[in-house]
């Protein structure tokens, strides 16, 4: 393999041959999250439940054995298999460096990943470093592993050079190696939401703080380069990858530019082509007709292409995908959604990686078997959580009794308050349950999940945890069959 560097809004190798980076994220392996590995909350607060329960050997070998599970040669030989030329690994620092002792880096964390990169290497896939979770929290939300709904990041210096010192770090040990396509700095950033989310800060009234977002770039890219010269640094818009008006013009000659794009009709429910109304996700997106003429629109709209028409920069869009879990009848329409808009990254020249690989059911490449071991042990768990709608990724779109309660709760708290006005119902609700559904909710589950494994002892876990190979799981072919066509151009 050789090394990639950018030319014009293109990628290429060092001998000038062009590569399209398509393929797709591997998000729940050194990064997990709830919708993914089938758990409530987030990772960090939940190995400290397994610990108390499981006690701590067996505590760190349910985790261990997952990992091990769940991203493994077979499963890198898969995704090769499909004409995938990338994969995006989605990484929490907590495996290379602990709290309690800062600048002191870990050598399994650094192990594993090695490992997995030489695999990647062996089977033609090109590595993209995603930067999933960071010191301090760069963003509000559960996939930065974030068990306070509260963002540091920005607004500590501490927390900063430990970050660009972990970039160093990584660079240094990964600066000679062709696979590794480069180092995406932060995974959906938010800028602005410090304090957490709140109908006066988010969603319509979101505004970066391009400032300090500049600084912050501009300085990790600074460290990287004065260890590595040669790789590519990837940046991702901010506001979870959709704000790049303010960005900084681009200041080094390799240079990516990421954003992400959820867009309403993957989701779900109803009928592609169709009409679907506005979606609260990590931006506010007003309803109309979707079809594919409308993916072009959309895409031809966003921030992050007019800043790469702009500036004639690569535009790689890091995630984006549909979900699978609405019902048998609205499958093929999540998927046409899906073809749609492939078919027109395609035809507008973006790299892409879909989200996610792996997951328990709702968008994967592969999913586990709804009979598996590992489902069934935390059936009770997943049913709990649909009732409380404590799972934020999966809950957009559907209603639940806990999401009629706050429903209730929000018209309640805005007729007190003055400024209510200025807020949307959607938007309120949005961020009240976020804080009360997927932080307190999805918290006080994290005990019952842990009590479903209380007894097992460690060849009960390690049994387990193989519902999450390869070998055990389900393809969704027609998935894949779609993925197949658009990865051939």
């Not at 200041?251 to 506005?278: C, K, R, T, W």
């Not at 594919?292 to 995630?319: A, C």
Request: hydrophobic share 35%.
């Amino acid at each position: 393999m050789e090394f990639l560097k950018t030319k014009g809004k293109n990628i290429i190798t060092e001998s000038g041959t062009p590569v399209w980076l398509r393929g797709t994220c591997v998000g729940g392996w050194m990064n997990m999250e709830n919708f993914i590995n089938g758990f409530p909350g987030t990772e960090i607060s939940l190995r400290e439940h397994m610990r108390k329960r499981l006690g701590e050997e067996n505590g760190s070998y349910f985790f261990q054995e997952m990992i091990h599970n769940f991203l493994a040669e077979e499963d890198l030989a898969f995704i090769a298999s499909t004409g995938a030329t990338v994969v995006r690994l989605a990484l929490n620092y907590r495996h290379f460096e602990s709290d309690d002792a800062p600048f002191v880096y870990k050598e399994e964390g650094f192990r594993l990943l090695r490992e997995t990169v030489d695999l990647c290497e062996k089977h033609g896939l090109y590595v993209i470093f995603d930067m999933h979770a960071v010191q301090g929290w760069q963003n509000t939300h559960w996939h930065s592993d974030n068990d306070r709904g509260i963002s540091l990041f920005w607004s500590d210096a501490c927390y900063q050079r430990r970050y660009y010192a972990l970039m160093q770090e990584i660079a240094s040990r990964f600066k000679d190696c062709p696979a590794v396509a480069g180092y995406e700095l932060l995974n959906e950033p938010s800028s602005s939401c410090r304090s957490g989310d709140y109908p006066f800060n988010m969603y319509e009234n979101f505004t970066s703080d391009y400032q300090t977002f500049n600084r912050v770039i501009h300085t990790a890219v600074d460290r990287i380069r004065e260890i590595d010269k040669r790789h590519i640094i990837f940046i991702e818009g901010d506001s979870y990858g959709h704000n790049f008006s303010g960005l900084e013009a681009p200041f080094d000659d390799n240079l990516v530019y990421s954003s992400h794009d959820y867009i309403v009709s993957s989701f779900g429910p109803g009928a592609y082509p169709g009409q679907y109304e506005m979606l609260h996700n990590d931006r506010v997106e007003a309803g109309c007709y979707w079809d594919y003429e409308q993916q072009i629109r959309h895409i031809k709209e966003t921030e992050g292409w007019q800043f790469s028409e702009t500036w004639q920069v690569p535009l790689w869009v890091g995630e984006f995908g549909s979900q699978y879990c609405t019902g048998a009848d609205d499958i093929p329409y999540r998927l046409a959604s899906m073809d749609d808009q492939l078919r027109a990254f395609n035809e507008l020249g973006l790299h892409w990686t879909t989200w996610t690989y792996k997951d328990c059911g709702t968008m994967g490449w592969v999913t586990l078997d709804p009979e598996s071991e590992y489902m069934k042990t935390v059936s009770e768990v997943q049913r709990m959580k649909g009732l409380l709608g404590a799972e934020n990724f999966t809950a957009w779109r559907s209603a639940c009794p806990g999401k009629e309660v706050t429903g209730q709760f929000t018209r309640y708290v805005m007729s007190l308050l003055s400024e209510s006005p200025n807020y949307t119902f959607g938007t309120f609700q949005k961020c009240m349950n976020y804080a009360l559904l997927t932080s307190f909710c999805a918290g006080v589950l994290q005990p019952e999940y842990a009590k479903a494994f209380q007894d097992c002892s460690a060849g009960d876990i390690a049994r387990i945890m193989r519902s999450f190979a390869l070998l055990n799981c389900q393809v969704n072919e027609p998935y894949l069959e779609l993925l197949r066509k658009r990865l051939a151009g």
